[in-house]
């Protein structure tokens, strides 16, 4: 506890002219931040002061402190507990023989939160740990540990990391959230809430194919059906199995629709693309849209470091004119490719070595190409095949 001297005096009565006991302070004050209080007081002439503290409501019995002080006007009381009624009265003590000491004047208050533990720094925190630090002048010997369905931790401090101030807290559970709340014996003295990192989306084991039509049955097929549901319709977002039915944690979210288009059904059969084999319902069905229109989709949940390669496919028979579609694919990086679907039967177009974004993520942006002689500006995709860049 630390005293807070003052010069500053109130005359307020002259003992040897009125009285033979002091009177008591006309003013007594608690002013809470935390669990820091600061008591004040008008002093009286010729006096110092006895102070009392309890943990109660004007009791004056649990946990009680006396407190001499000299000639002052505040005084700060420190390492109290968080969320605790507490009380403290004060009486004048006379310097003058034959005066009595004035009666007690008292107040009561609630502390508020103590809070000694910092923020994580983002490198501090893992998928499995969490680095705590917090303020080392504080008193402290255990940390709680606790999740939703978890049965609560303790772990007691060592010497080590107390001098320190910091402590690693080691085999917690992937992108979960954990409230520690450190304590000096059972008092409170802070509590943080903090999640650790989710796991990367796992590699991918096998090509991932999306069809864009009617639903297609066939194994190794993610299928994106509806042109009017696009996000945040619930159907506008698609999550991605590979080949192989793995799941990838990758999702492919349609952001902007063909506007002016629809689905068509009039794309090849009987296509054999190395690497890009299509049942007949994928191949002879998919979306398109008209000039001046953008359609847009974004891939999400991608690993940062690791390059793509989108391939699409595209087709529309028993036409005469030039239907290319520009397919601008955007990450950290960009590349375009194009493809003319006019009677298309074996042609794909690929942006290769595409980075995703920060946020693990690759946008797909479609509009007609330079070369599309259709008078309605028709462009379109059929079928996607989303790879990892072979070293």
């Not at 002013?31 to 002061?49: C, G, K, Q």
């Not at 493809?339 to 942006?351: D, H, K, M, Q, V």
Request: hydrophobic fraction near 35%; aromatic fraction near 10%; charge should be negative.
């Amino acid at each position: 506890m630390t005293n807070f001297l003052s010069c500053e005096k109130h005359n307020l009565e002259d003992p040897d002219n009125t009285t033979d006991r002091l009177f008591r302070p006309p003013t007594f004050s608690a002013s809470v931040n935390a669990n820091e209080v600061t008591l004040s007081w008008i002093p009286i002439a010729n006096a110092t002061y006895w102070l009392e503290v309890s943990k109660d409501s004007l009791l004056f019995e649990t946990e009680p402190q006396q407190i001499e002080l000299g000639e002052v006007n505040t005084y700060i009381l420190t390492e109290l507990w968080s969320s605790t009624r507490y009380s403290a009265r004060i009486k004048a003590i006379s310097k003058k023989t034959g005066v009595k000491d004035s009666e007690f004047i008292a107040v009561t208050f609630r502390t508020g939160v103590e809070n000694i533990f910092f923020t994580p720094d983002e490198e501090d925190i893992t998928e499995t740990s969490i680095l705590l630090s917090w303020d080392k002048n504080k008193e402290v010997d255990k940390v709680t540990i606790s999740a939703t369905g978890m049965t609560t931790r303790i772990v007691s401090l060592s010497q080590t990391e107390i001098v320190a101030g910091k402590a690693n807290i080691e085999e917690l559970n992937k992108a979960t959230s954990y409230t520690f709340r450190i304590y000096k014996g059972e008092m409170l003295r802070g509590t943080i809430t903090v999640m650790t990192v989710a796991p990367p989306p796992p590699a991918l084991l096998a090509p991932v194919f999306i069809n864009f039509g009617m639903d297609n049955m066939a194994t190794g097929w993610n299928n994106l059906t509806n042109i009017l549901q696009v996000y945040p319709h619930v159907n506008g977002t698609l999550p991605l199995n590979d080949k192989e039915g793995n799941t990838t944690g990758a999702s492919l979210v349609y952001l902007s629709p063909f506007t002016g288009g629809a689905r068509h059904t009039t794309g090849a059969t009987g296509t054999t693309i190395p690497g890009f084999e299509m049942p007949d319902i994928v191949s002879q069905q998919g979306f398109y849209g008209v000039n001046g229109a953008v359609a847009q989709f974004r891939l999400e949940g991608l690993h940062l470091d690791q390059p793509y390669d989108v391939c699409f496919f595209a087709s529309r028979m028993s036409v005469s004119d030039n239907r290319e579609t520009k397919y601008t694919v955007t990450g950290s990086n960009e590349i375009i490719a194009f493809l003319n679907a006019s009677n298309n039967t074996s042609e794909i177009a690929c942006a290769q070595e595409v980075y995703p974004d920060t946020d693990g993520n690759i946008t797909i942006t479609l509009t007609n190409g330079d070369n599309n002689t259709n008078s309605t500006g028709f462009y379109g995709i059929n079928a996607m095949r989303l790879t990892i860049k072979e070293e």
